[in-house]
């Protein structure tokens, strides 16, 4: 007995000096015998004949028959300890020691290691994000540059854009000028000479009306301003219109310009006539110039409400390269030496768009290049279509009130419209106007916007609360579609921007007749 | 608790068993072991030291393992992608038990999945938490997601 004690000291003593604690559990994970060391560990609560897993944390969910080696187990007590499990025949001995000095050598260095990886990690990202930062730059400065080349070449374009038709406008203008001031020939030839001088000052006058049109267009693309007006269009006459004024284009350059329409001369169809003619000229106007030799066409059709027109040209083609590039603003080919702003593709396409089309370009190199759409144009019906070219009536008869405050632009409306029969009675701001249209009754009225004394929208609202129905037309130099829109809300009956064509405002006259015409039948 | 290291699994744990969070980084030492409840079960949570380049998990740790919360940074898309290698890591020794995963410090500025790693995730067909333990964001829903699917598994 005594020796047993004294072996079980002994034992005691070494578990404590080699700081090993042990749990033996048998088959059914019961605690059959433990160390006295154990509560050192912190777990206090193990008693003989107590289930091994719910006394201690890290045997749950083992069996008798594991063998496994924990290393550095946080027990109860903050130690870290290492776990072995050792199975025998009848018994599963839980052997403990204390790891704590292993684990906080273990814990500097890894703590030292983990910190320094954390660091490396944090520079590599850092270097990355520089280095995407660096190339976006870079892709910054080279976008700016090419903007900025874009912009210089622009520049360019627009100024020889506009010298050529100022060039041939001042030419011809001192030509007639001269022959004037020395009118010694009055033959035929001479005065041939003289009509031909003054249409091509007239063809270049148009083509700067195009180039700012369009450049102002550029301005209002990204603002969504481009708002299309649709009215009552007879197609051929449009087409004829357009070839008119490229066939001199053409005729210079020694090619063939053709118009093929398949559409009956009657047909009116409700489109925003000066828009399709403005996307016409654009699309011809590019063939015609960059057709060295050979031929350009148009070939136009109408079917089920659909216009489809194509353009095809025999010029030099396109290269699939340039082809994805063609639609981008102030693009132009570098190779070609042909001036322009690089602008017209990009504006046609997108009132094409407006338009509910969509525009497809197709090329050849060497053998051309051929340009096509579709867009809706509702057909008028027959007796609509009758109604609308029997308007063009005598309009001799209308009395007309012009209020405009530049004399020049005055008295060149009153001598174009006298050409066309009708007479002008001319004022110089909207008091004027509103005193005129007091004295007498007049059947339509030309105004200007901007005029000293009392300006175009001022004379509108006082019309519109004197519920004076006199259809009133402005005549603007401001293409900004808020001032359409003001105008329209106090009652415009139309909108036209300046320069003025006066075949246009002698087809809204013919409007007017024919509405009073119609109210009168009514 | 499974990842790579300071991606905040014993921060996760703390948060869900104590309730707290500490910003300073102390690497864990093998493992820690702590007990919380989720409804009327019990879970032994084993809090097992972080991969690192030099160490792998320690395969002894998951014997046992009933069910595996796979933490990653969500800012750091590495330890997103080392998740696989860990649960290979997991599946060689103990099979395929429930897992979810907890993408961390989802309170961080500029903490974004990249489409790369949710593509990984999503082909897991894991369940995926934004975990924050800072502020505790998802936390109680990834254990009881865990939970929940262990159970389904048991019954």
Redesign the interface.
């Known amino acids: 007995m005594l020796e047993a004690n004294l072996q079980q000291r002994i034992n005691a003593q070494l578990l404590d000096k080699l700081q090993l604690a042990y749990i033996c559990v048998d088959s059914s994970m019961t605690v059959v015998e433990v160390s006295d060391n154990l509560s050192s560990y912190g777990y206090n609560d193990i008693v003989i004949g107590a289930n091994v897993e719910e006394c201690v944390?890290?045997m749950?969910?083992?069996d008798a028959q594991?063998q496994?080696?924990?290393?550095?187990?946080?027990s109860p007590s903050g130690i870290?300890i290492s776990v072995s499990l050792l199975p025998s025949d009848r018994l599963l001995t839980v052997l403990i020691s204390n790891?704590s000095n292993q684990?906080d050598q273990?814990?500097l260095l890894?703590?030292k290691?983990?910190?320094n990886?954390?660091l490396v990690?944090r520079q590599e990202k850092l270097l990355t994000q520089l280095e995407q930062a660096s190339e976006q730059l870079e892709s910054k400065n080279e976008q700016l540059e090419e903007a900025s080349r874009l912009q210089t070449s622009f520049l360019s374009g627009v100024s020889h854009e506009f010298r050529t038709p100022l060039t041939s406008i001042i030419g011809y203008t001192n030509l007639v000028e001269q022959s004037l001031q020395c009118p010694t020939d009055k033959t035929g030839s001479d005065i041939q000479q003289k009509a031909d001088h003054l249409r091509a000052v007239q063809r270049s006058s148009r083509h700067l009306l195009s180039l700012v049109e369009n450049l102002l267009d550029h301005g209002k693309l990204d603002s969504d301003e481009i708002m299309l007006r649709p009215k009552t269009t007879n197609l051929v006459e449009l087409f004829q219109d357009v070839e008119l004024l490229l066939k001199p284009l053409s005729d210079a350059k020694h090619i063939e310009l053709t118009i093929n329409l398949d559409i009956d001369d009657s047909t009116i169809v409700v489109i925003d006539d000066s828009r399709l003619r403005q996307c016409l000229i654009n699309l011809l106007g590019n063939a015609v110039k960059f057709t060295d030799h050979g031929s350009v066409s148009l070939t136009a059709d109408l079917s089920g409400d659909f216009l489809s027109i194509k353009v095809a040209d025999t010029g030099p083609g396109i290269s699939d390269e340039d082809l994805q590039k063609i639609r981008l603003p102030f693009w132009q080919a570098a190779d070609t030496g042909k001036a322009g702003t690089g602008l017209g593709l990009t504006i046609t396409e997108r009132i094409i768009e407006l338009m509910g089309g969509e525009l497809e370009v197709s090329s050849v190199l060497s053998e051309g290049t051929q340009v096509s759409f579709q867009i809706p144009a509702p057909m008028l019906m027959d007796q609509e279509c009758a109604k609308v070219l029997n308007s063009k009536q005598s309009l001799a008869d209308m009395t007309v009130l012009l209020a405009e405050d530049d004399h020049d632009i005055a008295a060149l409306m009153v001598v174009m419209m006298a050409e066309r029969g009708v007479h002008l009675t001319h004022v110089e701001n909207g008091a004027l106007a509103l005193e005129a249209m007091q004295s007498t009754t007049f059947d339509f009225v030309l105004m200007d916007i901007h005029m000293p004394v009392m300006t175009g929208y001022e004379t509108l609202a006082a019309l519109q609360q004197a519920n004076n129905s006199t259809p009133v037309v402005i005549m603007s130099a401001s293409t900004v579609e808020a001032g359409r829109m003001k105008a329209e809300s106090l009652g415009c009956y139309d909108y036209l921007i300046k320069p003025v064509d006066v075949d246009d405002v002698i087809e809204i006259m013919n409007h007017v007749a024919l509405d009073k015409d119609a109210d009168h039948t009514c | 608790m499974v990842g790579d290291?300071?991606v905040g699994k014993t921060s996760i744990t703390q948060k869900f068993v104590n309730n707290v969070f500490s910003e300073k980084?102390?690497?864990t030492?093998?493992?820690?072991?702590d007990?919380a409840t989720v409804g009327e079960d019990k879970l032994?949570v084993w809090d097992v030291?972080?991969r690192?380049?030099?160490s792998p998990i320690?395969a002894?740790?998951l014997?046992?393992?009933?069910g595996v919360i796979l933490v990653a940074d969500g800012s750091?898309s590495?330890t997103v992608g080392g998740l696989l290698e860990i649960w290979q890591t997991v599946t060689n020794r103990i099979g395929s038990v429930p897992v979810v995963v907890a993408l961390n410090k989802a309170d961080l500025d500029g903490w974004q999945i990249d489409d790369h790693s949710r593509a990984l995730l999503d082909q897991q067909g894991w369940d995926v938490f934004a975990t924050s333990a800072k502020d505790g964001k998802n936390v109680e829903a990834v254990f009881k997601k865990l939970v929940e699917i262990m159970n389904c598994k048991e019954s």
């Not at chain 1, 496994?68 to 946080?74: A, E, I, K, R």
């Not at chain 2, 030492?29 to 072991?33: N, S």
């Open positions: 944390d890290f749950f969910g083992f594991t496994l080696d924990l290393p550095m187990v946080q870290t790891a684990a273990r814990q890894q703590q290691a983990n910190e990886e954390l990690e | 290291f300071s980084y102390l690497t030492i093998g493992v820690k072991i007990t032994i030291a972080g690192d380049s030099l320690n002894s740790y014997v046992g393992a009933s750091r590495s």
